[in-house]
């Protein structure tokens, strides 16, 4: 299914991978995503990083939520609908792309 910029939608089974050439750092802090796309930078502050962090190619979309739902106490709801739009901001940002 294609949203309205013709992107295809991903879903609780879509794996997000990191695509190559992103670069992360640390700076005061806040993790720092570099795009190999266009060169931009992505603050990830916040729940960014430990999204990032579960972003490794073999975990889907719900197995990501679910994990930070274990970890977090806030509303389950919150946790993936943040955890979905971070997601989706990456992989407009050129950082990660979705299998399956």
Known sequence: MDNESGVVAFTDDSVPTRVVGAVQAEVDGELILLSPKDF???GAAGTGGPVWDLVDGTRSV?????QLEEQYTADPGVIRAETVEFLDAL????LLEFVG
């Open 62 to 66: 719900g197995q990501i939520v679910a």
């Open 91 to 94: 992989r407009a940002a050129g």
């Open 40 to 42: 931009s930078y992505f």
